[in-house]
């Protein structure tokens, strides 16, 4: 009997931090600094494994990946997975709302799981000012066997993480942003760690490509587009969309999509350009696309990017779901109708950019998110009053100047949210949501009123994590609250979130109950006030 307990409890042990049916990936990362020249300048980077990017994550849905990063730099330092949903899990989520700062010369295993996922998604560091110094790599989740994909399968699949780039390192811009300005323009762009021409693609003629692009900078949307050569779309961040044909493509910040380029044309080398958007200097990189059999560089002229507001929209637009194709389930995307569910809730939320106690901050619904001293995840945890204060993220703009506030917003398990992105600011701004799947029902220039509401796409949109706002304009989505935890909203811009365009979403089940939240780790670290505190699960 007592034998029998004990494996019982060892089971449900197991069960409870991971899926026992899933197959694991173990991966054992050093983070530490070293040189890099990606704009032909010497820097130091953040480097893992030695490697900037990092290693690329290759996974299929449902697997376990156990992460167990070593901390070599000599500040704090977490890793975060954009756009891997975390179910039940925002212990794992490693910003500083859900985690403590791996300490210097320490470590700490993650323990996710790419549940009901596939697509294409990239982790970075997401403390202090970190992204700017790279520490970044791709994530590829690939569908089971038994789930038909609704492509041919390519001939390679490639990851390009291309983002803004500056000379400057990343504590000099932190501290720029902590001195009260904001950070000047970037000085280039960067692919796969390196500048322009930096990389080359060979591809055989005759034979069809998929390239997984994430856009990760931190300052400005991106635009991309190949030579001579047509784009299939397929997915964004997930979900596998209508497949239209591109010559170019915007993708903002955080955002990730999959293009299918089939190489068709006479052999020769092509470029692939990389131009930064909605920007009034244009940046541009570009990489080489290499027939196997090329006679040599093509000499025709390079394809520019687009220039209009209009035709971004219109674009953005025609990216939709694929309604009977599968996704990581083998019931098709379009069975679950997330237009015909009604809004429990409708949530407005507007940037600013205020100037609080003389300073350059960023805001939403005119809070300006400051950090606790503790992890809100563990301050809601272990009850520790004084933290932060719930409900303290309005539902609507307020109109007023602009404050500090360590904002949470309160929510309920299983609710749906209508949330509207107002942007009455000049520039375009990317936002993100942890944890959740965004239907994006709507977008528009001018106000949001709820007549905005008869233009919404009930049927087809896209879903996906991080959604862009155009200037002056609105972006509306759905949102299932199917996941319990503390999650993170931000601003994608990383000068803008650090600056406080952000702000925590608890989710919330009376249940307390491991079928709607994971216990807090074993190995969780503890730190501010919940230092010294016990991290044994709690029983109901
Ligand atoms: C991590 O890398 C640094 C720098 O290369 C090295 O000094 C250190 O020993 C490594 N640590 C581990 C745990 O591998
Ligand atoms: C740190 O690494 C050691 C050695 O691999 C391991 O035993 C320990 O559990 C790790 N700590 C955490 C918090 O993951
Ligand atoms: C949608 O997915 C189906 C099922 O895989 C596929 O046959 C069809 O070609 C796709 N249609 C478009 C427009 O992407
Ligand atoms: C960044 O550059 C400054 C000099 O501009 C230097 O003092 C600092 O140590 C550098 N930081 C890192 C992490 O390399
Ligand atoms: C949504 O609300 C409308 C109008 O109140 C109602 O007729 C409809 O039945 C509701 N739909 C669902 C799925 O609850």
């Known amino acids: 009997m007592g034998v029998m307990k004990l494996v019982l409890l060892v089971l449900l042990s197991v069960l409870c931090t991971t899926s026992a049916e899933d197959a694991y990936r173990f991966f054992t990362w050093n983070v530490s600094y070293g040189d890099i020249y990606p704009l032909g300048v010497k820097q130091q980077g953040i480097l893992i494994n030695g490697q900037f990017p990092g290693p690329r994550i290759e996974s299929v849905t449902n697997e376990n990946l156990i992460i167990s990063v070593f901390n070599s730099l000599d500040e704090p330092f977490l890793l975060s997975w954009d756009g891997v949903q975390q179910r039940r899990n925002s212990w794992q989520d490693g910003v500083y709302g859900t985690n403590c700062p791996i300490p210097p010369g320490q470590n700490f295993t993650y323990i996710l799981q790419v549940k009901d996922q596939i697509g294409s998604f990239f982790y970075f560091p997401s403390l202090a000012f970190h992204k700017a110094a790279g520490g970044y790599g791709g994530i590829t989740v690939l569908s089971r066997s038994v789930i038909p994909v609704p492509f041919p399968p390519p001939a390679a699949d490639f990851t390009i993480l291309v983002g803004d780039w500056f000379k400057k390192n990343h504590t000099d811009l932190k501290a720029i942003l902590d001195g009260g300005s904001d950070l000047p323009f970037p000085d280039g762009l960067v692919i796969n760690g390196r500048g322009s021409n930096g990389f080359t693609y060979t591809v055989d003629q005759g034979k069809t490509y998929r390239f997984r692009i994430s856009n990760v900078g931190v300052a400005t949307s991106i635009n991309f587009r190949f030579q001579g050569h047509k784009m299939l779309l397929v997915e964004v961040e997930g979900t596998h969309t209508l497949q239209n044909t591109y010559d170019s493509f915007d993708l903002h910040l955080g955002q990730s999509c999959s293009v299918l380029v089939t190489a068709d044309q006479p052999a020769f080398d092509y470029s692939i350009i990389f131009s930064t958007r909605f920007t009034s200097q244009v940046l541009s990189a570009t990489s080489t696309l290499h027939y196997s059999n090329s006679a040599g560089s093509f000499s025709g002229p390079l394809p520019g990017g687009p220039t209009e507001i209009e035709w971004s ?108 992105f107002e942007n009455p600011e000049d520039t375009v701004q990317s936002w993100h949501v942890d944890g959740h799947i965004l239907f994006i029902v709507g977008m528009d220039g001018g106000q949001w009123s709820p007549a905005s509401r008869l233009s919404y796409n009930l049927r087809d949109g896209i879903s996906r994590c991080t959604v862009q706002v155009y200037p002056r304009s609105w972006t509306a989505l759905f949102m299932p609250l199917d996941n319990v935890g503390m999650w993170n909203i931000r601003s994608e811009n990383w000068a803008r979130q650090y600056l406080g365009q952000q702000f925590y979403l608890r989710v919330y089940s009376p249940a307390n109950s491991w079928r709607d939240e994971l216990p807090i780790p074993k190995n969780a670290l503890l730190c501010g006030r919940a230092a010294g505190r016990r991290t044994r699960p709690f029983h109901k």
């Open 313 to 420: 929209l219109n674009q953005a637009r025609s990216i939709r779901q694929n309604l009977t194709a599968s996704g990581p389930r083998p019931n098709p995307q379009g069975s679950y109708h997330y237009g015909m569910v009604n809004a429990t809730r409708t949530i407005r939320l507007a940037s600013s950019a205020p100037i609080i106690n003389g300073k350059q901050r960023y805001a939403v619904n005119s809070v300006s998110f400051i950090p606790a001293d503790t992890p809100l995840k563990l301050a809601d945890y272990y009850n520790i009053p004084g933290v932060f204060t719930l409900g303290s993220m309005p539902d609507n703009p307020t109109g007023s100047g602009g404050y500090l506030q360590t904002a949470v917003m309160a929510a309920n398990f299983r609710s749906y949210f209508e949330v509207v």
